[in-house]
C-alpha cells in the first residue's frame, strides 16, 4: 500500500556546519572554525550515511542537498565519496537532483568545476544583494563583481544554477528594488530565491534591533508594497513564483524543497539536521544534536540523534498545512482528509472563499493572490479549534 509520504518524495539534507564568517542576519546552525579536519569529517557523513540506509532500504532517492553552513567550503574529495555512497545505498530516481549551496568567493568558484565533477547537478549561490553598501551591511565576504564573476563560472559548469537575494534592506526604496531585481533577472538563471529580511532573536541583527540600532528597516506598508513589486517583476520575466519565496521558470523548481513542502520523507545528516521519517507507518521528527564537536563524536558510535517524536495525526495534518500552502499549485484536501482523520471544517473553507483568500480548484485548496501576503493568518484560520 502506498504510503502518504510517497505523495512528496524522498529526500536527503546533508548539513555542513561551517562558514568562513558568521552574517549578522543568520539563526542557522553555523560556525567558524579556524581548522577543520576534513578526514574526520568525510568519515562521520559516510558513517552516518550507512545507518540511514539501514532504515530505509529500497527507498527511490529524489534529492540531495548540501546545506548549511557554507557547503563549497567542503573537500570536493568529500563531496565525491558522500554522492557515491548514496548512489550505492539507495536506488535513485532517473532525474536525481544534487544542489549545494555556495557562497560566491573566488576560492570557491574555482572549485566548482571539482563539484560538478563528484556529481552535483546544481549550485544555489548565496549572492544576497547586487551592491556594495548592502552586501557589507550584510556581512557578506564577496562584493557585486565577484558574486557575478563566481556565477558566469558557475552556469558554465552547472545546467542548474539558483541565486538568493534578500529584499527589504536598510534604506531600499521600492525603485532601487525594482531595479536590483530586473537586473538580477538579465543573467543566465532558472531559479532565484528572494527573502524578505527577517530579524531573529539570537542574531547580530536581533540584538542591534533590540538596542534599536538598526536603522532603515521598511514599516509594513513598504514591505508589503516590496512584495507586490518582487511578484510584479517576476511574472513579468517569465520567473512566477512556485512557492511564497521562490520563483523558477517551468521545470526548473527545486526538487528537494518540493519534498519539504509536498510532504514527503527526507532525512537529515550533520549538526542540528532536522528530518521526517515514517517507518511501520508512523511518521516522526527527527533532529540531530546541533553542537558540531558532539554531533561529530558520537557519529563513531551512531549516536548524533535527540530522541525520536512520533508525530500525531493531528500535527502531520498541521504540517501539511503549514508546508503545502506555501505552494502555488495548493494542497490536496483529499490528503488532508487522509492525513488527519477528517475533513477540513467546510464552513471555514467557505468564509476564507468569500474573503477571497483562497479558492478551490477541483480536490486542490489554492492561496489566492490576495491571501499569501497573510498567508499564516489563513493557515490558522483553516486549523482546527
Sequence with gaps: MTEDWQQGGFGLYIHWPFCEAKC???????????????????????????????????RTLNAVFFGGGTPSLMEPDTVAEIITAIR?????ANDLEITLEANPG????GRFAAFCQAGVTRVSMGIQALNDIDLRRLGRLHNTSEALAAFDIARHEFERVSFDLIYGRQDQTAAEWRKELKQALTYTIDHVSLYQLTIE??????????????????????????YHLTQEVCEANGMPAYEVSNHARDDAASRHNLIYWRYGDYIGIGPGAHGRLTKDGIKSATEAFSNPTRWLNNAENGTTERPRQPLSRAEQATEFLLMGLRLREGVSMSRYAGISGHSLDSAKVDHLIDLGMIRINQDRLIVSEQGFPVLNAVIEALLPD
Design 24 to 58: 549578522p542576519y543568520c539563526d542557522f546552525n553555523s560556525h567558524v572554525s579556524r581548522s577543520i579536519d576534513h578526514s574526520l569529517w568525510r568519515n562521520a557523513y559516510l558513517s552516518e550515511l550507512k545507518r540511514a540506509a539501514s532504515e530505509t532500504p529500497g
Design 88 to 92: 550505492s545505498y539507495w536506488p535513485v
Design 106 to 109: 573566488s576560492v570557491e568558484a
Design 201 to 226: 532573536e539570537g542574531t547580530a541583527f536581533g540584538d542591534r534591533y533590540a538596542r534599536g540600532k538598526l536603522k532603515g528597516l521598511p514599516d509594513d506598508d513598504l514591505g508589503a508594497d516590496l
